[in-house]
Structure formats: C-alpha cells, structure tokens
C-alpha cells in the first residue's frame, strides 16, 4: 500500500477538480432544450446533474482536506478503502474498468456534441456520459492514490486483459459479419449452396447422428473420408432446429470465434507480448479463404484449422517449456485435428517424429545421464502415443470393424501417388500405391513436386 502524502492528496483534489469542470462543462455544453427550459435554457434533469457534479466535486474536497488532517471519518474511508482495494486481480480489474469508462465517456459525449445531435435514448445517455466518466475517473485517483506503488506491477502482471475489451469488441464485430453473410447467402442461393458436395455428406451423418446412431455405417458407403467430429457438432443443432441451415452455419461462426480468443491469449503467453497477441487475432480476421468456407457451406475446415493450431501451440510450449502436460496435451489436440479431417492423421505423426527426434537429441547429449534420460523418454512417448490412439477412439475402431483397416479412408491414399486431383478423385477403395509413382517417375519429379508443394503452401 502507498502512504498517503500530502503531496498525493494534493495531486488528488487537483485532479477531481479539473474532472468535476470537465465534466460540468460537457454536460452544459450539450445545447439546451427550450420546451423544457426552468432555468438559464436549462431543463430541471440537466440541472439536476449538474448539481450532481458540483456536489461530487465538494464532496471530494472535503474529503481531501479531512484526510490531510486526519480527521474522522476520512481516515475510515482510508481503512475501508484499502480493504477493497487489497485484492490485485479486483484492483486490475476496477483499474481498467475505469479506465474504459473514462475514454468511452469522453468519445461518446464529443461524438454527440460535435458530430450526432440524437435524441431520445442517445441523448439520455449522452447526459449521463458526464457523470459515468467523474466517477469512474475519481475511482481511478482513488486506485492510485492507494495502490500507486503496486499498481503498475499489476498492469504489467495482468497486461494480457488490458486488451480483452478491444479482443471482444472485434470478436463481436466479426461474428456479426460472418452471420449477416450467411443470411445474405441463404436469401440470395437457398439452401442448396450450404447443402452442396462434401456439404451434403455432412448434413446427411448430422441428421444420423442427433438421431444417437453413432455407428458410422456411412463408412461402408463410399464416404470412408469423412471423420465424425464435425457433424457430431452439427448433430445437437440439428435436433434443437430441426435440420434448419441457419443454426448449423453458426457452429462455424463459434469456430472461428473461439479461434480468436484461442488465437489471442495463446500467441500472447508463448511471446510474452499482448500486442503480438492482438497482431495474429487481427490477422485471423483478414483470412477471406476461411470467411468464405464459413459463410457459404458446411465445411470441416475451420474445425480443423482452430485445432491444427492449438496443437502447433502446444507443441510450441512444449518445446519452450519442457513441461510433460504440454506433449500431451498437444497429442490430444492432434488426435482431435484428425477426428475432424483425415490431415490430422499427417499432422500427428509428423509432430510425434519431430518431437521424438529433438527429445532424443537433448537426450545423447546428457552424457553419464543419458540411461535414466532415455528411459523417461521413452515413457513420455508411450504415454504420448497412448493419448493419441485413445483420442481418435470413435475414428478407428469402426473403420477396422468395418474395412478391417483402422486407417482406411476411400480414395484418399490416391493422392499421394498421382499428379492431378482428376486421377485421384475415384471413387471407391485406394488404386495407386508408391509403386506405380516410382514405376512412371524420376528424382527430378519428386523434386519438382515438393517445390510446387511448398510454393502452394508458403507463398501463394
């Protein structure tokens, strides 16, 4: 707690002060109303909260010069004061309150004066702008008079919230967007837009699924590709509206929402930066290829990119950290990515022989350690291994029951081995194997196709 010096008590009424005239003069700078004028062009409200004001201001005066003096009941003002205020979390969360209050109250009664000129609801809160940004700035003095030592340490302990407002506020905005595209593209094509190609598959094991027949039987029907945990989001919608499109389109608006909020707490704790935090949140928002996939179909692509990325970022605390909760926390993650695209089967293993060959690495070079070293190791990763076959559960065991292959996935493998999406795209159990790539190809063809790959991927 800070000592409460003259100095401090002087700085404080001088700065009410200048609050209680600033918000004095806002309030009578609005133009009065003549219709209800009682005095001076000024309505009885308006001079009501005027008197509001002058008496807040004579009030702290008091206040100030009872606390120089010591003079009850301010010195208990003082005791009560620092009660409250003895919580950080409550301080930082009041600080920043205050704060916003006092900015929003100014911009709001400026825009009205010199810009709007509403009435009604916005010309009520407009008078009472004055009054919301005097008290929450007199609580701001209040806080820095009592904790003006701790509280800048508080700011920095707590600095990722200080832009969670602005988080939200973008978050909403962009949510608002995606949902008024969807309706613009429901009025404009119907349904059939939302329910078209892969859309379709989905909408369909949707329906099976809120109907709770969660047998997968559609492996067995040429749809082998498809993983279950995208239309199982899809399923409790499906029931509640009964199959309406619109509600089945919003789960990829919380996708993407969530995304963001993902996005920005996770990017500021593995940087230790709030604005690198905001910088990746605002990039996120400019993505045009994933707006489109949310607000024209039902798709698995935001599912999956909300989860591919919360597993790099476990990996990445991983790898920052060494702390085992992150592994497997990240093996979890990507035995999700899988259940929501058969990619994340690509993305698991990679990440697991990654991680595996950097921890073996660390480990050779512990020298007389590298016994009990490796023997942790190896636990670590069969604990890792066990999470991952555990979380893709509902993807596996139907596919061995019913293809006798845990991993099939229809045509898919097709991809690997051929040029062209055209050659892949048939129908049916895999028909091209690494032996008839290499059967038709050199080493300069693999070449190339890993340049195009990374060109596709990195910069186009």
């Not at 340490?153 to 988080?167: A, C, D, G, T």
């Not at 709030?274 to 692509?301: H, K, M, N």
Request: with cysteine; net charge neutral.
């Amino acid at each position: 707690m800070s000592v409460l010096t003259r100095e401090k008590l002087q700085s404080f009424w001088l700065t009410t002060s200048i609050e209680c005239l600033l918000a004095l003069a806002f309030l009578l700078f609005i133009p009065p109303d003549p219709k209800n004028a009682l005095l001076l062009g000024y309505s009885l409200p308006r001079l009501l909260l005027a008197l509001t004001i002058v008496v807040a201001g004579v009030i702290s005066l008091g206040i100030t010069i009872r606390l120089r003096n010591n003079i009850y009941p301010a010195s208990k003002f003082v005791t009560l004061a620092q009660k409250a205020y003895a919580s950080d979390a409550f301080v930082f969360v009041t600080f920043l309150s205050s704060v916003i209050a006092t900015v929003a109250g100014i911009l709001f009664t400026a825009y009205w004066i010199f810009v709007a000129g509403g009435r009604g609801q916005e010309a009520l809160f407009t008078r009472l702008a004055p009054i919301a940004l005097l008290i929450f700035a007199i609580n701001i003095h209040i806080l820095w008079l009592i904790r003006s030592r701790s509280l800048p340490s508080l700011i920095h302990k707590y600095r990722v919230w200080l832009f969670f407002p602005l988080v939200v506020l973008i978050s909403v905005n962009f949510s608002m967007k995606m949902v008024q595209d969807i309706r613009s593209n429901l009025e404009e094509s119907g349904k059939e837009q939302f329910l078209a190609k892969d859309s379709a598959h989905y909408y369909q094991i949707a329906e099976t699924f809120s109907h709770l027949d969660f047998r997968m039987q559609y492996i067995q029907h040429e749809r082998a590709h498809r993983e279950p945990l995208y239309p199982l989001l899809l399923a409790l919608p499906y029931r509640l509206f009964n199959g309406d499109i619109f509600p089945l389109a919003l789960v990829n608006v919380a996708l993407l929402i969530a995304m963001l909020f993902i996005t920005y707490f996770s990017v500021s704790r593995l940087l230790d930066s709030s604005i690198a935090g905001l910088a990746a949140l605002l990039f996120v928002t400019t993505d045009e290829v994933l707006g489109s996939y949310t607000t024209r179909q039902l798709l698995t692509e935001p599912l999956f990119v909300l989860l591919s990325f919360v597993t790099n970022i476990l990996f990445l605390l991983y790898l920052q950290r060494k702390e085992n909760r992150y592994l497997y926390a990240a093996a979890a993650a990507a035995g999700l990515s899988y259940l929501a695209r058969p990619n994340g089967l690509f993305l698991s293993l990679a990440m697991f022989f990654v991680l595996l060959g950097y921890d073996l690495w660390m480990v050779l070079g512990q020298g007389d350690e590298r016994i009990p070293a490796l023997k942790a190791m190896a636990l670590r990763y069969v604990i890792f291994a066990g999470v991952l076959i555990l979380t893709t559960v509902p993807s596996w065991v139907p596919r061995l029951a019913y293809t006798g292959n845990p991993i099939y996935h229809d045509y898919l493998p097709n991809y690997l081995w051929v040029d062209t999406y055209e050659e892949g795209h048939i129908s049916g159990p895999p028909r091209y194997t690494m032996q008839d790539y290499l059967a038709n190809h050199d080493l300069e063809d693999v070449i190339n196709r890993m340049e195009f790959g990374l060109n596709r991927v990195y910069l186009a």
